[in-house]
């Protein structure tokens, strides 16, 4: 007899169903969120098991990383598609959740998720976290240009470091305005630092990297680009044909075809969103920002022209996520020449 359990985790406890290969629920239960355990219920079962699913979220790159240590099969899957399966349910619980869960691992309804390696993972926390203080820097400068606009100072065009001295410069005249805003230019300039160094983290990284150095030799791509892309691809090996990273991605239209009708739609944003924002920035900066000619540029530029700047710079950077996989696998840099016509 087969056996196949599901998982549905939350941040304190995990739901737990476990079911055979003719669908009968073998046993339910809840157990810690922690692999241990968990590893103890599934020992404490006495079953081998064929498939243990849960689903993608926080904790699962934690707990998938602790059952495989462990010898269980464990399988993280695409919330997505899971959510398609539950969405039919009259009452929804974790318990319920976790019978589904079971079900598609016994039936194989479900697409699997790569979990990334501890050392993806660590360097996307940095990625993340230099990007949520960025935003918060720039969340500030915006709260000040917009409350102070209300006493009529305008503080107009300014570098990011000339920022703090202009607001002083205007206020010099408002000493009571100076002590409200004091505090948020302090909070400013420790995000600024911060920010700063955790940058340079990021370009040490960059610069260890040889897999990010020939990266950086497409046009568009620095280092946040590249970093970000090799992190979030983690394993190039994972797909067969270059051409995979961009559906992988949700750089592809969406298609709609039943019956008489047939129309494409938007892109479908699938797969990890600060990969795909990252390669679109790159797209804008190599049509926008680029001066030195290539095929690609001059393959973008055609596209602008008969489809208009936004849809181009999508094109553009499907075209660089199938780029920057081939230069990652074949160990090669960019050409300058005939990059275009490979990547086709």
């Known amino acids: 007899m087969r056996y196949f359990a599901g998982l549905d985790v939350s941040l304190e406890e995990t739901a737990i169903c476990v079911v055979n ?34 689903e993608a979220g926080p904790l699962s790159p934690w707990l998938h990383a602790g059952l495989r240590a462990a010898g269980f099969p464990a399988i993280c899957i695409e919330t997505r598609r899971m959510k398609g399966a539950t969405n039919a ?55 000040i240009r917009g409350t102070l606009k209300a006493f009529g100072v305008k503080i107009g065009v300014v570098t990011i470091a000339g920022f703090r001295a202009k607001v ?25 630092q911060h920010t700063a160094s955790l940058h340079k983290m990021v370009l040490k990284v960059v610069r260890a990297s040889a897999v990010c150095r020939r990266l950086l030799s497409v046009p568009g791509v620095g280092p946040i680009v590249a970093l970000t892309y090799a992190t979030g691809i983690d394993d190039p090996t994972r797909f067969a044909h ?38 679109v920035h790159a797209g804008r900066t190599l049509l926008t920002r680029g001066r030195r000619w290539c095929a690609l540029k001059a393959w973008g530029v055609s596209v602008a022209k008969r489809r208009g700047l936004q849809r181009a710079v ?26 275009a016509a490979s990547a086709a």
């Open 21 to 54: 290969d003719d669908g009968e629920i073998v046993c339910e239960s809840i157990a810690a969120s922690e692999p241990d355990s968990l590893i103890r219920w599934f020992v404490a079962t006495g079953l081998t098991f064929d498939r243990l699913g849960l």
């Open 89 to 143: 349910m009259a009452v929804k619980t974790d318990r319920n959740d976790a019978r589904a869960i079971a079900h598609a691992m016994r039936v194989g309804w479900f697409t699997m998720v790569h979990v990334k390696s501890a050392e993806s993972q660590e360097l996307r926390l940095l990625l993340n976290n230099r990007r949520t203080l960025q935003e918060k820097r720039v969340a500030i400068d915006n709260e």
């Open 168 to 192: 002083i410069e205007l206020l010099a005249d408002k000493p009571r305005l100076v002590a409200m805003v004091q505090p948020m230019l302090d909070a400013r300039d420790a995000l600024r």
């Open 242 to 279: 270059s051409r995979d990273v961009g559906p992988h991605l949700g750089l592809t239209p969406r298609k709609y075809a039943s019956g008489e009708i047939d129309r494409n739609g938007a892109i479908t944003k699938a797969g990890d969103g600060a990969v795909r924002e990252a390669l």
């Open 314 to 339: 999508v094109a553009v950077a499907r075209k660089l996520a199938i780029i920057l996989h081939r230069i990652w696998v074949d160990g090669t840099t960019f050409n300058w020449s005939h990059e």
